[in-house]
């Protein structure tokens, strides 16, 4: 099971922490995904942090100005995201793909066989 939570409203410019946390299973074995939808569109990949060695993959869309890291200690995976914009604004859902010790991720939607319910970002002034 997975549960994302964190999100809020916050104006354009600024900055929130999504976290992840894990139960019944460890991060060891699973990669994990943040995925996002607004409203109207399909749900679509954010970036993914693989299970073994942290191997770190990002969108275009958000590549420098959004951070994956994770506590293997917490069993958690935390989306750092800095200089949020209204396009920023949508559901976040994190996954996990069955992956043990793996060295990759992708944000492949089908991979993901374990979702957690969303939490909203608001991005408005």
């Known amino acids: 099971q997975l549960q994302a939570s964190g999100g809020g409203l916050v104006q354009p410019g600024g900055s929130l922490r999504l976290s992840c946390v894990l139960s019944?299973?460890?991060?060891?074995?699973?990669?994990i995904g943040w995925f996002r939808q607004a409203p109207g569109k399909e749900r679509e990949g954010v970036g993914c942090i693989s299970s073994s060695d942290g191997k770190i993959f990002y969108e275009d869309s958000v590549k420098g100005r959004f951070t994956i890291s994770k506590d293997n200690a917490k069993n958690t995976v935390y989306l750092q995201m800095n200089n949020l914009n209204p396009e920023d604004t949508a559901v976040y859902y994190c996954?996990?793909?069955?992956?043990?010790?793996?060295?990759?991720?992708?944000?492949?939607?089908?991979?993901?066989?374990?979702w957690g319910q969303g939490t909203q970002v608001t991005v408005s002034s």
């Open positions: 019944g299973f460890t991060l060891d074995y699973y990669a």
């Open positions: 996954a996990g793909d069955w992956q043990p010790f793996g060295i990759s991720c992708d944000t492949i939607r089908w991979k993901y066989d374990a």
